[in-house]
């Protein structure tokens, strides 16, 4: 005890659970929020690919990220983390008839065609006005 006071030495638990109590709570509750950051921190930078680890907003050392350059990767709408697409190659190039619409087309060729062979053949005759 410091010279020049005079009293008991009080458990600084106590004071926490008692004095502080709702201060002790706000400090833990940051506590666990920075943890949860570094976790997602973390597994962020594990999900990088190799060419993503190579851009600026990544350290040279690939284990941390430079906060400057992701808030201009954000700010210039900059992809951070890349998305792999699968693209289906064919040999044979899609036509229109190959679609929805085109097999609607079809089908009126279709009947086109068994009015024009209908009208040839006689069964169909001309319609006069």
Do not use: C, H, W
Request: proline share 1%; hydrophobic share 35%.
């Amino acid at each position: 005890m410091q010279e020049g006071f005079v009293g008991r030495i009080i458990p600084f638990e106590l004071v926490q659970r008692t004095v502080l109590k709702e201060d002790t709570a706000a400090i833990k509750e940051k506590e666990l929020r920075f943890e949860n950051i570094i976790q997602e921190y973390d597994e962020r930078l594990d999900e990088l690919s190799e060419e993503d680890r190579e851009k600026t907003f990544v350290n040279d050392a690939n284990y941390a990220f430079v906060i400057n350059e992701v808030k201009k990767a954000i700010k210039d709408g900059d992809d951070i983390i890349s998305e792999t697409t699968v693209v289906e190659f064919s040999n044979r190039r899609k036509l229109v008839r190959d679609t929805d619409i085109g097999a609607g087309l079809q089908k009126q060729i279709d009947d086109l065609q068994q009015l024009v062979s209908a009208y040839r053949s006689g069964t169909i005759k001309e319609a006069l006005i």
